[in-house]
């Protein structure tokens, strides 16, 4: 009994997302835009969150400065770094240096709402890793104009350059189509990726009144925004044509540290989504429930494991039920090659697939770092000083879907 119930909840979580790119398939990947509203002076604050090293931040500086889009602010908060210097260019620029380490980015992002210069309409929430396409900004305020509260850009891979790096791109192309794509394009939410998200600022204010007592690490703020944007009734809107360079793992150890993160929020607040789920199903805010039962999926490492189990179970205990096993791995692949070629990965990405096992190796060492977790939020490590013109140059091939950036 057990074991089926277990193959049933295999198949389902499994089963949704080839689901979900059926509907995208069939209804097309245009955007879909919500009722018109006239925010066609929207003042946007760029907020960036550095943590002891300011530096990677300049250039993602620059990609903004140069962006088509020109009525921007930005605020870099300089949290535990060594004093800013060298940003030649100050203009629309607001760099907050913290006179004592804050070790969180809520407190960075608070801090830099208390420093706002002008009157914004929205924020923009970056990492300082990230790089923006010259077009992103506008895309995203696009659909704030068309009625959006919140938007997801979509993170791509700054850098391609060790098998890590495209193992890591390879899982966030997946969340990109399964979790952000296709359940926009069915009518429910994105997934809020963690940076390179546009919010509405009266929400957004709302949003960090959840953290005014809070005196602890907070590891994933991002999930509990978009609960918090779902639970308001709003729905997470998608903007694939707004580009966020984002920089991915190079080492094993890397990935550790990160997953680690990722893994204990997703049991810290697995409790949250179905209580989220039961709260927009009696408001009958039915685009809501899916949402929450999507981020209920459990992480790969998760999943595997049970299929693994569930497998060496139905083959000591109950044959019968190993057909179940079967057809849900058959489900979890494919929802990856339909995510692999509807995004367009680019060779590098399919190259790297045979180095999954070594990639998920380090995810199982990631488990043992939960401890360090709940005193340090773990903040990756970054290298890649690169700037948007020789990102774009040696990714511009990568999108040639995408007609809106040509």
């Known amino acids: 009994m057990l074991i089926g119930l277990l193959i049933v909840i295999l198949i389902i979580y499994t089963g949704i997302y080839p689901l979900l790119a059926l509907i995208y398939i069939l209804k097309g990947s245009s955007f879909q835009r919500g009722e018109v509203d006239d925010k066609s002076d929207s003042s946007i604050a760029c907020i960036i969150t550095a943590y002891k090293d300011w530096e990677i931040a300049a250039p993602l500086i620059r990609s903004i400065q140069k962006q088509t889009f020109r009525n921007f602010h930005i605020y870099l908060v300089a949290d535990n770094c060594s004093e800013v210097v060298d940003i030649s260019n100050q203009e629309q620029l607001t760099v907050i240096q913290t006179d004592h380490p804050l070790n969180s980015k809520i407190k960075s992002i608070q801090l830099a709402v208390d420093n706002f210069k002008n009157k914004h309409d929205a924020v923009l929430i970056l990492d300082p890793d990230n790089l923006l396409h ?180 139905s083959l000591a205990f109950a044959p019968q039920y190993l057909i179940g096993v079967g057809y849900s791995l058959v489900l979890f692949v494919l929802s990856w090659v339909l995510a692999l070629y509807f995004s367009h990965a680019p060779k590098v990405i399919w190259t790297a697939i045979p180095w999954i096992p070594v990639f998920m190796a380090r995810q199982v060492l990631s488990l043992l770092g939960f401890g360090k977790a709940k005193k340090d939020f773990l903040a990756t490590e970054h290298t890649q000083y690169l700037e948007i013109e020789e990102v774009w140059e040696a990714r511009k091939t990568h999108f040639k879907h995408l007609k809106t950036l040509r």
Not at 170 to 192: C, V
Not at 214 to 240: H, T
Not at 263 to 286: P, Q, R, T
């Open 134 to 313: 010259s077009h992103s900004l506008d895309n995203l305020v696009d659909s704030f104009k068309k009625g959006f509260d919140v938007i997801q850009g979509q993170r791509v891979a700054k850098n391609l350059d060790t098998k890590i790096a495209a193992l890591d791109a390879l899982g966030e192309i997946y969340y990109n189509f399964n979790q952000r794509q296709t359940p926009f394009a069915a009518g429910s939410s994105a997934t809020i990726a963690g940076s390179g998200m546009l919010i509405e600022l009266d929400l957004f204010l709302n949003y960090l009144k959840l953290f005014e007592d809070e005196q602890g690490v907070v590891l994933a703020e991002d999930k509990l925004l978009q609960m918090f944007v779902i639970q308001e009734g709003n729905r997470i809107a998608y903007r694939e044509d707004a580009l966020i360079f984002d920089e991915k793992s190079t080492t094993g150890s890397q990935v550790q540290k990160q997953r680690t993160r990722w893994l204990k929020s997703y049991f810290d607040h697995i409790g949250d989504a179905f209580s989220l789920m039961e709260v927009c199903w009696s408001k009958k805010n039915y685009q809501g429930a899916f949402f929450s039962f999507m981020i209920s999926t459990p992480p790969f490492i998760i999943l595997v494991a049970l299929m693994l189990v569930t497998g060496l179970a």
